[in-house]
């Protein structure tokens, strides 16, 4: 059977962020699931009404990765590809840097900690992009201008362009949903036993999911490929898609 390609978008995005990844891989067929953060509701959940025929290889950009994880099709999917993505993106409540400065969790938890901790049985050490009182500062934030804050970190992910046009209506409860979802997601126990290949691409100027976080999540683990852009930051997947599409094309060639 024939490959295709489901798109999954990040928080605060639509499909509009897949656009050029997509054009550039127009050979596979492709269906976009929708948050619908804003302008017309859409239904995210698309793995269930995929046309039959292929074999699906869900891509998922930051949150949207998480999603792929938690919703494959029926018939499971033949791969997956991580942009900018991550397994967890808080801490627990009850771990002791939960609080701690940005990225501070992540400098706690090195690669080679993630490693002694596999091979010596323990639990999965638990891994995190930011601590609790960012996100959480977000939310408060978001209840009192949501258009605020969708602005600024849509700026800080240098995503400007895909804001929602002026007048837009925002599904204000939807995007306070995710931003809340961020805090507790964890999709570390679906990753551990997934069995498709896997490629996971990421820069190291992330300021939203560290470099640290990304090799202590992708690099220990099996038919896993983590391939480092030169640039794109957390707008990975928008920018610096030329290199995007060539690393996806070829790990698409070889599933």
């Known amino acids: 059977m024939h490959l295709g390609l489901v798109f999954f978008h990040g928080w605060g995005l639509s ?18 699931a929708d948050v619908s953060y804003f302008g017309p ?3 995210p959940t698309v793995t269930s009404h995929l046309p039959p025929g292929h074999r699906w290889v869900g891509i998922g950009h930051s949150l949207g990765f998480a999603r792929a994880l938690q919703s494959p099709p029926a018939q499971g999917w033949a791969a997956l590809v991580s942009v900018a993505g991550f397994a967890r993106f808080c801490p627990p409540v009850e771990n002791p840097i939960a609080a701690s400065s940005p990225n501070a969790i992540v400098a706690a938890t090195t690669l080679g900690a993630a490693k002694a901790a596999t091979a010596a049985g323990d639990a999965p050490v638990a891994l995190a992009a930011q601590p609790r009182r960012v996100v959480e ?7 009192r201008d949501p258009h605020a804050v969708l602005a600024d970190f849509l700026h800080r992910c240098k995503l400007a362009d895909l804001l929602p046009p002026p007048g837009t209506p925002l599904h204000v409860e939807r995007l306070a949903a995710d931003l809340a979802l961020l805090l507790d997601v964890d999709v570390s126990a679906q990753l551990a036993t997934l ?7 990421a820069t190291r100027d992330d300021p939203i999911v560290p470099a640290a976080l990304t090799d202590a999540t992708f690099a220990p683990r099996a038919h896993t490929q983590l391939v480092w852009q030169a640039h794109g930051g957390h707008a990975l ?5 030329d290199e995007c599409a060539a690393a996806v094309q070829t790990f698409l060639e070889r599933v």
């Open 237 to 241: 997947g928008y920018a610096g898609v």
């Open 195 to 201: 069995d498709v290949p896997l490629l996971a691409l």
């Open 137 to 143: 500062r977000m939310l408060r934030a978001h209840a």
């Open 15 to 32: 499909p509009a962020f897949w656009q050029p990844l997509a054009t550039r891989l127009a050979q596979y067929p492709q269906v976009f």
């Open 41 to 43: 509701t859409q239904s």
